[in-house]
């Protein structure tokens, strides 16, 4: 039974947001899969999916804003028995 979720930023130092792989949104998607650009202390990077799932919506963010983590970044739905 799918069950909606707020996808957190899992990194253990805040990123600079980059804007939205706005191609994963709206359909089921694979654990890894890239939904957003990032800025990390070690570069560019992606901010992936931790489990299978359906991104639905990006959080309100604007390029450049800090995202610590914890934060909410991004909402979707998985199934139970996929939630990370």
């Known amino acids: 039974m799918p069950i909606s979720i707020q996808l957190t930023l899992g990194a253990e130092s805040p990123v600079i947001f980059d804007g939205w792989i706005e191609e994963n949104f709206g359909r089921p998607v ?4 890239a939904f957003a650009k990032a800025m990390g202390p070690d ?4 901010v992936v999916t931790n489990g299978p799932m359906f991104v639905s919506s990006g959080a ?17 739905a998985a199934n139970g028995e996929d939630i990370p």
């Open 60 to 76: 309100e963010l604007t390029i450049g804003a800090r995202v610590a983590p914890g934060e909410v970044i991004a909402y979707g």
């Open 30 to 33: 694979a654990r890894g899969t």
């Open 43 to 46: 570069g560019p990077g992606f």
